[in-house]
Nanobody, 128 residues
Framework: QVQLVESGGGSVQAGGSLRLSCAAS????????LGWFRQAPGKEREGVAA???????????YYADSVKGRFTISRDNAKSTVYLQLNSLKPEDTAMYYC??????????????????WGQGTQVTVSS
């Protein structure tokens, strides 16, 4: 089992920044990647960033086009924590942000079904 706890959400104005954290506990061999997804009201959940934590792609990062250049995913192995730095936030970034752990392939890094474990989410609200 893997438990994921997100923190760091909040309300900011457009152009502002936030840093989300996801603390993972449990057996790390239960996943090879950690990802951040978001879901806005009335919209489908979408992947925004992911990082491989082990294997030949360990350390590789992936970003959705909508956040590339603005968001940065990173990890602290000693703390079993993954971070998502959100810069230059836009109102359309408003959503519940979820951390997830799983075994996605390189072509399915943002496929929700590849992730077995999910956190409860942290809300990000960006006002114009």
């Amino acid at each position: 089992q893997v438990q994921l706890v997100e923190s760091g959400g909040g309300s900011v104005q457009a152009g502002g920044s936030l840093r989300l954290s996801c603390a993972a506990s449990g057996y790390s061999y239960n996943y090879n990647s950690l990802g951040w997804f978001r879901q806005a009201p009335g919209k489908e959940r979408e992947g925004v960033a992911a990082i491989c934590t082990s294997g030949s792609r360990g350390g590789s990062t992936y970003y959705a086009d909508s956040v590339k250049g603005r968001f940065t995913i990173s990890r602290d192995n000693a703390k079993s924590t993954v971070y998502l730095q959100l810069n230059s936030l836009k109102p359309e970034d408003t959503a519940m942000y979820y951390c997830a752990a799983g075994y996605p392939g390189e072509m399915t890094m943002f496929a929700s079904y590849e992730y077995l474990y999910w956190g409860q989410g942290t809300q990000v609200t960006v006002s114009s």
